[in-house]
């Protein structure tokens, strides 16, 4: 999971990738690079990446759009230092192109709109309540022909899906203070907001899903 929008994954930063790789091997990429392939537009798309943890999402973006505008909103301290080092070590043709801020949803501008959101393991850090209210300040922000593209962990289908999930959510909820202590309704909040989803993919046994949200 990226991070909260408080500094409570700065704990986790230095381990967190080593630690993901380690549960769920390669799965969690695989989800993310499969719905920037189904539906991150092209162009000078104007893109928020919000809890993208440690940057690595950066490199998937611009390697399929290099023209892309980014904002990549990141509440933990740490976790955004690390993006920016990923950058300007790895891609510093591209610095230009993304502004780091540090701070959470409500940093967000009035003013500024985004042709793509991008919440991957982000939601479902979440109770329901402060779900909702993050959802609709996204929304605010997306265009209307603009595309929200999600990956995270699907709702459990197997009682492995329950059994991990639930040592996942204690984990998180001892080291970094999330607020949700089982998965929230993502998609029904997501509906609620009059988006409709495409698949993108489905792995990890099922348990982690790609789609690609746009207006009804």
């Known amino acids: 999971m990226p991070s909260l929008p408080d500094s409570g994954f700065d704990f986790v930063a ?17 989800a993310q690079q499969a719905v920037l392939t189904a539906g991150l537009p092209t162009g000078a ?6 809890g993208g943890g440690t940057g690595w999402v950066l490199g998937e973006v611009l390697r399929r759009n290099p023209a892309a505008r980014l904002l990549y909103l990141e509440a933990s301290p740490r976790m ?4 920016q080092e990923w950058l300007h070590r790895r891609l510093p043709q591209h610095a230009a192109q993304v502004e780091f801020r540090l701070g959470t949803e409500a940093a967000l501008q009035p003013q500024e709109l985004f042709e793509a959101v991008l919440t991957f393991f982000f939601l479902d850090l979440f109770e329901p309540t402060r779900l909702r209210d993050i959802v609709g300040r996204l929304r605010t922000a ?9 990956a995270d962990f699907g709702p459990p289908k197997a009682w492995w899906h ?12 001892l080291t970094t203070g999330i607020s949700a202590r089982h998965r929230p309704p993502i998609e029904a909040e997501l509906h609620r907001i009059g988006l409709m989803p495409e698949a993108a993919g489905q792995f990890f046994g099922r348990m982690v899903e790609a789609s690609v949200w746009r207006a009804a």
């Open 14 to 30: 230095a381990f967190y990738d080593p630690l993901a790789q380690l549960v769920y091997g390669p799965a969690l990429r695989r």
């Open 45 to 50: 798309a104007r893109v928020l990446i919000i």
């Open 80 to 83: 955004l230092h690390q993006s």
């Open 142 to 150: 997306l265009v209307p022909t603009g595309v929200w593209l999600l």
């Open 162 to 173: 329950r059994l991990l999930l639930g040592l996942m959510y204690h984990f998180f909820g």
